[in-house]
């Protein structure tokens, strides 16, 4: 294979690479929160959507003009894009919000609401 070619594949496997970290940022930070404080999860999922475009685009550039097989990260569905102000968090405490407990100190207490 020329050096071209080594080059194309190197690249290719370095996109790769790229492509599926993003990905499991997407979700990692789509479950967790980014734990920013500059930006909202919403925002941090939209530029992590769009540099998964942007290098699922040059990957596939890429493999087409050298005759090289896509990788299968190349055909994983691409994360939907969120409301900027989607956070995880509020996500993940509305999950847990109704939860009762009873007060264990002083069971003559009412019923307490969780918010945790």
């Known amino acids: 294979m020329s050096e071209q070619g080594n080059n194309a ?7 790769e690479r790229w492509l ?6 997407w979700w990692e930070v789509h479950g967790n929160g980014c ?9 941090f999922l939209n530029a992590a959507r769009g540099h998964i475009l942007q290098i699922r685009r040059d990957l596939e550039r890429l493999c087409v003009e050298n005759g ?6 190349a055909f994983a569905s691409v994360p ?3 409301p900027e102000d989607y956070s995880a968090m509020r996500e993940h ?13 002083d069971r003559e207490k009412p019923r307490q609401l969780c918010l945790f």
């Open 9 to 15: 594949m190197e690249k290719a496997k370095e996109l």
């Open 20 to 25: 599926e970290e993003r990905h499991d940022q």
């Open 35 to 43: 734990g920013l404080s500059s930006c909202n999860d919403g925002t």
């Open 68 to 73: 090289l097989d896509l990788p299968p990260i």
């Open 80 to 82: 939907p894009p969120v």
């Open 93 to 105: 405490f509305s999950e847990h919000r109704d939860i009762e407990y009873e007060c264990v100190a």
